[in-house]
């Protein structure tokens, strides 16, 4: 039996760089056909700008090149064989000037006029452009549950040579152009430090390709290939394209605005759904489910909420085991129930001897979808409380109303400059604490920071505030 599941097994899968010759065309057009472009002209003008300027000085200056932003919160970037380079949103928050824009961008270009892409394997095509666009968007919210057919793509990874090779192309092209090269040391630096902290902090896989993938900071051979890109830098310096700090100061951060919490309810656009957690609640959003944390913790009560659709009809019984695999010598007792008139299905785990914690998983099934909760409690809860809370969630769970579609959201980017005295403890925003995982880290990544690096007087640092 098949079903459609959320993206766990493609988070795993992490994009890597260009896709075959003749895909960058048949993804624009399902990127504009889905709204997937990021809603703001000048950010698509400056990126373009900026590819425009070193594709001038590339041995594939003669040929059409193509440069758009996506409303993607991840930290990515990919490159097609047709000339088209996708810069992710979420990348560029990450970026502290326009020279380490440029070596992104830089990079990519490298990828194809050295015709890395005629290299690549797949192992099998999606049917027209949308599962693979789909696939590239994973992170984003359309994701919170993948069509079936995504599982079966593979995408291979280019070899560290070829990644070298684009490394010292893209520097070169830097140079020429009159940026710094060592943006490419910079930016790995940045966005290591941002690897590093989600693969042990959060547990998440990394998503970026190649040239932040396969080095190290101190990768020899990367400092020689920039070291000998220096020689090329022009005998006048080149003004930049655009003022970077002007440029991101309103970029928005986290998750498109399709999705959105509003103090203890979480909303999404895409299906038109809401789900609303007792009163409260803190609400966190990740790649792969929606969750509610107690008022006093995860030791009172935490609720994870996964949404599957399936395309035969099963029980929950048989769902808990066929369909996300629990195995029967982990149950403790299963049981139906009702609550507001709604029913669902209660499965008891065990749980080790003399342990304060209880662990259920919940499934309420409405229409062809089956919404499944993980609960749990600590020291602080018991099981009678968790029990009314997934049956307080369950009764929470509606269609959006027009009502809903009223109110919006959003994080933004917003630059300001630091006094003596500031922390990024002191600059976190207390209206985003609700919607940003770890923000005093978040911004010491976003700043180049990690880990234990503070504002300095007369800085630009960058907050996240709600617009």
Known sequence: MKFLKISVVLLALAISGSLLAGHGAELYNEFKDTGEFYDDEN?????????????????????TYHFFVLDVPTINAFATGDGYIYIHRGLITYMSSEDQLAAVIGHEIGHIAL?????????????????????????????????????????????????????RFGAELLARAGYNPMAVIETISVLKDQELFAREVRLQTPSYHGLFATHPKNDKRLHEVVSYAQEM????????????????????????????????????????????????????RNQYQVVGVAPRGESEARIAISRYTQQEKMVPSEFVRDGIGVNAAD?????????????YYLVALKNPQNSD????????TRGNEHFVMWASHGKNGNAESLTASIEEVI?????????DLTYEEILKIHVQEAVPGDTYASLVDPTSLHTVDYPEETLRLINGHHPHGEPRAGDKVKIIKIK
Do not use: C
Request: no cysteine.
């Open 115 to 167: 015709r890395h892409h005629a290299k690549r394997r797949v192992a099998s095509l999606l049917s027209g452009g949308a599962g693979l666009a789909a696939y590239i968007l994973t992170g984003r919210g359309e994701l919170w549950e993948a069509t079936d057919a995504l599982t079966q793509i593979w995408i291979s990874g280019y070899g560290r040579e070829d990644e070298l090779e684009a490394d």
């Open 233 to 284: 830098l022009p005998e006048e310096s080149v003004p930049p394209v655009g003022d970077f700090w002007e440029m991101i100061d309103g970029l928005h951060f986290g998750m498109p605005t399709t999705f959105g919490t509003r103090q203890n309810i979480y909303y999404d656009k895409s299906y038109r759904l809401v789900i609303e957690f007792p009163d409260n609640w803190r609400i966190q």
């Open 395 to 403: 009764s929470g769970i509606r269609s959006l109303t027009s009502e």
């Open 43 to 63: 950010w698509q003008e400056y990126v373009d700008a900026i590819g425009q300027r070193l594709l001038k000085h590339s041995k594939d200056k003669d040929r």
């Open 331 to 343: 149950i403790d007792e299963e049981t139906e129930a009702s609550f507001d008139g709604r029913e």
């Open 357 to 364: 914690t209880s662990k259920f998983i919940a499934i309420y």
